[in-house]
């Protein structure tokens, strides 16, 4: 079995920037190399660790897109990405080159949507079990028999390996893909996606196990309780 790791660059890069934050990695030239030794140390990590038969690493490109088009608030309350990651994103992109590992960029999508791509790619072509390090939640609706969230833990404490049966235990759910459903019901403050008004997630997770899906849910509005005037806020 072939084992694929996808590398989700910029989650990495700031998980590395904020773990030296209050005793960051300065050189001989004053540069802060906080990112860089981070994302190093993690990309060495998992090489020698996991041994990997194939590593890509995707990054965000420049600009906006498609989800920009389609809602303007689109991550829209985040903070301008600090000057030392911006110092360091090229730094790190020659690092590795000099791996030989590839680059995986394509302008107006996300790295999360060219992981996603792959990951569905290599299920569908078999053989190959697929790991997606990122911390980041959304990914779990990818997760598959052969495709797993590699996920960083809290503080530095090594990474869990969010499987479909760790997934469904985790968010209380029946199908991997409900996570989309999940989240379109409770919103996610990371991204700026505001969800229900007034619905968190336990009434979401509540609403998914009872119907199964967003469009279940607004195709039998009327069967839903007036409690709380839940089916007001929907």
């Known amino acids: 079995m072939e084992r694929l790791f996808l590398l989700d660059a910029y989650a990495i890069i700031y998980r590395a920037y904020y773990a030296f934050f209050k005793n960051p990695r300065i050189n001989s030239k004053g540069?802060?190399?906080?990112?860089?030794?981070?994302?190093?140390?993690?990309?060495?990590?998992?090489?020698?660790?996991?041994?990997?038969?194939?590593l890509g690493v995707a990054f965000d490109p420049a600009g906006g897109t498609f989800r920009h088009?389609?809602?303007?608030?689109?991550?829209?309350?985040?903070?301008?990405?600090?000057?030392?990651?911006?110092?360091?994103?090229?730094?790190?992109?020659?690092?590795?080159?000099?791996?030989?590992?590839?680059?995986?960029?394509?302008?107006?999508?996300?790295?999360?949507d060219v992981i996603g791509t792959l990951s569905k790619k290599a299920d569908e072509k078999g053989g190959i079990e697929t790991y997606m390090l990122t911390p980041d939640k959304d990914y779990c609706q990818l997760v598959s028999d052969t495709s797993f969230v590699y996920r960083p833990r809290y503080g530095d404490t090594g990474y869990e390996i969010m499987t479909p049966q760790v997934v469904r235990?985790?968010?209380?759910?029946?199908?991997?893909?409900?996570?989309?459903?999940?989240?379109?019901?409770?919103?996610?403050?990371?991204?700026?996606?505001?969800?229900?008004?007034?619905?968190?997630?336990?009434?979401?997770?509540?609403?998914?196990?009872?119907?199964?899906?967003?469009?279940?849910?607004?195709?039998?509005?009327?069967e839903l309780d007036i409690r709380d005037n839940l089916k007001q806020k929907l």
């Open 69 to 112: 088009e389609l809602y303007k608030e689109y991550k829209a309350q985040r903070e301008e990405t600090p000057e030392t990651i911006k110092e360091s994103v090229p730094i790190i992109k020659e690092i590795i080159k000099a791996y030989n590992i590839p680059i995986l960029e394509v302008a107006g999508f996300e790295a999360d």
């Open 169 to 222: 235990e985790k968010y209380e759910i029946t199908d991997t893909c409900q996570i989309i459903d999940l989240l379109g019901l409770m919103g996610d403050s990371s991204d700026n996606i505001p969800g229900v008004a007034g619905i968190g997630e336990k009434t979401a997770t509540d609403l998914i196990s009872r119907f199964g899906s967003l469009d279940e849910i607004y195709e039998k509005l009327e």
């Open 31 to 54: 540069q802060n190399t906080s990112a860089i030794l981070g994302f190093v140390n993690t990309l060495e990590e998992i090489i020698a660790k996991e041994k990997p038969t194939h």
